[in-house]
DNA sequence: GTTAGTTGTCGAAACGTTTCGACAACTTTC
DNA sequence: GAAAGTTGTCGAAACGTTTCGACAACTAAC
C-alpha cells in the first residue's frame, strides 16, 4: 500500500527525493533523510519488487535448481548456498521443474545454479548464448558465461580404493555410475588406474547411482571361500543397496568383504556396520559455488573450481 | 531483449494489440493474432515477469519457507507441494531464512507455506493483518487469511501406544518434544490418554525433537531386569537417538525393550533392526497445503485440512 | 438510407521504482 | 561584487506490461 509516492506526499518533497533518501544518496541533505527515513520506517514501508527490478534490471535473487527435492544429500549443500549468498546480500531460491526454468528468460533471477541433469547441456548453452550467468555442479560446460564446480574425485577414489587395499582383499568390484555422468566417469577412471597400479584384481558392476542399482549388483559378485572381497560403490546410494544385499545373504561385511563408498551419505552412518565413505563438505560445494555465481553475475574473472575430498579410516 | 515492443513494430500493429493477441483475448481477429504469434515465436519472446508483475500486481508464485534444508523430511513434502502448485499453474519456490521473508510484502510471490517455526505467529500475523495468504503447517493459528493444515496425531500416538501394549511391556517411556510445539502436544496428550485408558505405567522423558535429546534420554529411563519396556519417541530424530543408546547399552532391541516412533523418518528403515513408526503421506501433506493455498489466493472458501495417520505392525 | 450494433484496432494511462539533467539557492574565490 | 563552484531539490523519462475507453469501419435491421 504504501509506496514511495505516499511518503513524498506526507514528507512534502517529490519522488525522486524520497528514492534518493532510501537508497542512501549523498544528493539529499541529512535533514531530509532522517525525516523521510522516519516517516518511511514510520509508513511500514517496503519496496515494491517489480517496480524496482523493472528499472534496475536486476533482482539480486539466484536460483538452484535440482533435479528433486529427493535424499538427504541436499540439506548440506543448500544451507551453504544459502549462506554464502546472504552473505553476499543475494537472495536465494529453490526451484524444480520444467517451468521454472523460465525463471532465468523471464529476468526475475540474475544466475543458476543447476545440480539437475534434466536441464539439458543445450538448454543451458542457449541461455549461456544469452548471457545469463550460469554455474554448474554436474558436469563440465565450456562457454563465457558458465562455470563448473568440481569434486576431487580422483583424490577420493584412489583413497577409497587404497583403503580396501589395506584390508588386504584379494579382488575389488567397483559398482560405477551412469555412463554420462561426469562424477561416476572420473571416479570408475581413477579407481582403475588404482588398481592397476598397485596390480589388484578388480571388475566393473554397471549401476545407476540408485540404491536399487547397488542392491542388483550383489547378484553379479561371485565370492568364493577362504578369499577376501573389497567392494567400491561409486555412490553410497549404491552401497546402501550392496549393503542390504549382502546383509540379506549373510556374507559377513568387514571379514568376507569390505565396503567403501562416495558422497557420505548420511544414512550409511547409521548401518550395522556403517559404510566408509569418501566425504568432503556439501556445505563448501555450495558456497563455493555461489561465490563464483556472484563473480560471474557481477561480471568479475573467475575459473572453476575444485572441492577436494578426504578419506578418514 | 524481444520485447512486446519489437514484436508490435515487426508486426505493424500496436503495442495493445499484441498484448491482447498474446493473452489470447477475442478481441483480436484471428488473421492478427497468428501472426503476432507467429512472430513473437521466430522472436523467441519470453514476457518480463517484472513489467508484468507490476501491472498484474500478481506474480503467480508461491513459497514455502523451511528452518533449514537439513533432514530427509521435506523430500516427500517438497516433491508434494511441488507437483500440486505446478497443477494449479503456479510456481513453488523454497527460501530460507529472515531477509527472504520480505518476499510477501516485497510483492514477488503471492502467498506463503510456513513450516519453520523461526517464523514467529507475530510476524504471521502481521502479514495476515495485510491480508497476505498464508497456511502453516506447524501450529495452528487463527486469522482470516491463515489456515493450517494438521495431522491426526491423535489417532497415530493411540496406535503406537497400543501397538507398544501389544508387545506386552509393562511400562512406557514417553519422550516428549519442545513444550510449544504444536505437533509434540498433540502426540503427548493422545499417548497419555493412551496409556491411561488402558492402565499401564508410564513416565514422560522431555526432548527436543533432535537426534541428541533422544540419545540423553536413555540415561533416564530405568530398566529392571525381568521386565520389557516401551519407548515412544514422539518423533523419528529421537528415535535414532534412543535406538543408539540402546545399542550401545547392549540393552536389546524388540526384547528387553520396544521402540516406536513418529514420522517414518526414511533412516529408522535402515536400522537394526528398524524403528516401527508412525506414518503419513508427507506428499498429500505438502499438495494438501498448496491446494489451501491456492484456494486463499483465489479469495475462494477453505477450511483447515487433518491429514490422516497410519500404523502398520 | 438512416440507425443501431458489432468487430478489430489503437492510444494512453497505469503499476512503483530509479536516475538523468536542469536549476535555484547558496558558498567560495578572486 | 561578479564569476565559478557546490548543494539540495525536482520534473520527467524510462523499465515492460495490461487494460480502459475511444473510435473507425464494417454489418444488420428496419
Redesign the pocket.
Known sequence: MA???EIAEKA?????????A??GS????????DKILSIAEEMN????L???N????RTNIIAVYLTSYQGSFFGDLLQGMHQKANDLGMELIVCSGKRSRLFLPQRLIDGILVLDKNFSDSELLKYADQSYPIVVLDRTLKHESIRSVLLDNEKGSTQAMQSLINEGVDKIYIISGPENNHDSIERKKAAVAAAEAQEIEYDIIPGQFNEISGYQAGDKVVFEPEKTYGVFALNDEMGLGIHKYLTEHNIVINKDVFIRGFDRNQVTGYLTPPIKSVAYSKFDFGATAVGILNKLIKEEAVDNKTISTYFEE
Open positions: 509506496g514511495i509516492k512534502g518533497v517529490s519522488i525522486s527525493t524520497v528514492s534518493y532510501l537508497n549523498s544528493r539529499v541533505s541529512v535533514k531530509t533523510r514501508y517496503i519496496p515494491n517489480a517496480g524496482q523493472l528499472r534496475r534490471q
